[in-house]
């Protein structure tokens, strides 16, 4: 069977406005398999060996972050995690918003369409003390603001460094984790001036992270 590459994974906007050159195409592949019970759906198989070929129910993408699975451990309430410093230009390799990968999953295993960050709360990295006018995007209310959680705004799917009380930079191609947060969380800017910058959070609730593999691969 002749290798079916695609630039995309239709319906998604943000699939059909993927851009690669030429090199990224033939360099930066990941083989996912199309599901069985929904043709609409495709499972990561394994890393693009040039020298294979595969079958027609197997399709080969461009590499960027990938979900690899939820994080071994489950991370307890009170844990403290950071924001990934210039992760905006991080995009899944399936063309799902980080919120839909999120949901995909936590779903029926963690609360997945709410803020983890403690409510209203957030620390300096500086000194580590609250910081006393932050407040949730939501008014402080755990209940999402917008029913439909996958087009409301205000909850973001967010690079994170767990265990880390100072925002950081991770190196392309490594592992990654992401949290659900409210957008105030994951871009405050009232201390540095830059966005998601000089501070921590903590887990309001138990729970584990979602783990990409290769991130900003192709930045």
């Known amino acids: 069977m ?15 406005a993927l851009e690669l050159s030429e090199e990224e195409m033939a360099l930066c592949r990941v083989v996912y398999r199309v599901s069985e019970e929904d043709s ?32 071994a451990q489950e991370y307890p309430k009170g844990m403290v995690f950071a924001n990934v410093e210039g992760s905006s230009g991080d995009h899944s390799g399936d063309g799902r918003s980080w919120r839909q990968v999120m949901k995909a999953a ?40 917008y029913p439909d959680f ?35 969380h994951n871009i405050y800017a009232g201390i540095t001036g830059k ?5 921590y959070m903590k887990l309001n609730r138990p729970m584990k992270a979602v783990v990409l593999s290769g991130y900003l691969s192709l930045s």
């Open 40 to 71: 609409q759906m495709y499972y990561f198989h394994s890393l693009w060996d040039s020298g294979k070929s595969y079958a027609d129910e197997y399709v080969l993408l461009p590499f960027q972050s990938v979900y690899k699975g939820l994080s």
């Open 2 to 16: 002749p290798n079916r590459f695609l630039n995309h994974l239709p319906p998604t906007e943000a699939a059909a």
């Open 195 to 199: 966005y998601g910058t000089g501070y």
């Open 106 to 145: 936590l779903e029926g295993k963690y609360i997945w369409n709410t803020c983890c960050g403690e409510l209203d709360t957030i620390y300096r990295s500086d000194n580590h003390k609250a910081v006393g006018e932050f407040t949730c995007t939501n008014g402080g209310r755990e209940k999402p603001k």
């Open 150 to 184: 996958e087009n409301g705004i205000w909850m973001q799917g967010a690079h994170v460094l767990m265990g880390s009380t100072a925002s950081g930079t991770v190196g392309k191609g490594q592992d990654v984790c992401l949290l659900p947060l409210c957008e105030n």
